[in-house]
C-alpha cells in the first residue's frame, strides 16, 4: 500500500504513525537529555578535581563549626568509604565483567559487546555473573567441540568466581568500617536509589556503624567513670593535670 499510495497508507496508517513517531521521539529526547546530564556531570567533576584540596578544606571547616571535632573523622571516613565502594564494587565489576568478556572475544562469541555490557550492569548490581554466563556456555557445548567449549567453561568460570577474592581485597581498604556493612550499604542504597544510591547507602550505613561504635564505647567510659569512687577520681584528676 505505501508503495501504491502513499497518501491512502498514510491516512489508513495515521493512528500508527503518530505512536511511533511519539515513541522514537521519546527514546532520542531521553538519550540526548541523558547526554546533557552526562556532560554537565563530567564538566562539574573536573571542577571539583581541579579545586580539591581547597574544596575539602572548606568542607572540613563548615562540618567542624557545624558538628564539633568529631565532624571532621566523619568527612575522612565519607571520602574513604566512597573511594571503598568505587574500588570494591564498580571496579571488581569492571574487572569481572572484563575477563569473562575477553573470554566471549577470545572464543568468538556473537555479541561479545553486548554480553560483556550487560555483565558490567549485573555485577554492579551484586547480581551473580552466571546469569549471563551459563546461557552462553550451554550455547558453547551445542555449537563446538568439546574441547573448547570446556575451555571456555574454564575461563569464565573463574572470572565468575573472581569476585570473591577482589572484593575483599579491594573493599574496605582505608576504612576502619568491616567490609560487610559497606556491601550491604551500597547494595541496599542501589536497590532504593539506583547507581547514587550505590554511594550513599554506603556512607549512611557506615556513619551509623560508627555513630554505634562511639555510642557503645560512650557507655563503658560513663559506666568506668562511674565506678571510680569520687576520692580517687579526684585523686587521678589531680595526677592527670600534674
Not at 556456555?137 to 577474592?165: E, H, K, P, R
Request: hydrophobic share 55%; glycine share 10%; net charge neutral.
Amino acid at each position: 500500500m505505501f508503495a501504491s499510495n502513499l497518501e491512502k497508507a498514510i491516512q489508513t496508517f495515521l493512528p500508527e504513525i503518530k505512536s511511533a513517531l511519539s515513541a522514537l521521539i521519546g527514546v532520542l529526547g531521553g538519550a540526548l537529555g541523558d547526554m546533557l546530564i552526562f556532560i554537565l556531570s563530567l564538566a562539574i567533576a573536573a571542577g571539583f578535581m581541579t579545586y580539591s584540596e581547597k574544596i575539602t578544606a572548606s568542607l572540613k571547616t563548615i562540618a567542624v563549626r557545624a558538628a564539633g571535632t568529631n565532624a571532621s573523622h566523619w568527612t575522612s571516613l565519607i571520602a574513604a568509604t566512597i573511594k571503598s565502594v568505587l574500588l570494591g564494587v564498580v571496579g571488581v565489576a569492571a574487572i569481572q565483567a572484563l575477563l569473562i568478556g575477553a573470554g566471549f572475544f577470545v572464543f568468538g562469541v556473537p555479541a561479545a559487546g553486548l554480553l560483556t555490557l550487560l555483565l558490567i550492569i549485573l555485577c554492579i548490581a551484586q547480581l551473580p555473573a552466571l546469569i549471563a554466563v551459563l546461557p552462553v556456555i550451554i550455547y558453547m557445548y551445542l555449537t563446538q567441540d568439546a574441547t573448547t567449549a570446556t575451555l571456555f567453561t574454564v575461563w569464565v568460570g573463574i572470572g565468575s568466581l573472581s569476585d570473591n577474592v577482589l572484593k575483599p581485597m579491594l573493599m574496605g581498604r582505608g576504612v576502619a568500617v568491616p567490609m560487610p556493612i559497606i556491601l550491604i550499604g551500597a547494595i541496599g542504597g542501589m536497590m532504593y536509589y539506583g547507581m547514587t544510591g550505590l554511594f550513599l547507602g554506603a556512607v549512611i550505613l557506615a556513619i551509623w556503624y560508627e555513630l554505634f561504635v562511639f555510642w557503645i564505647k560512650l557507655e563503658k567510659q560513663e559506666a568506668t567513670e562511674a565506678s571510680i569512687p569520687p576520692q580517687q577520681g579526684a585523686i587521678s584528676s589531680e595526677k592527670s593535670d600534674t
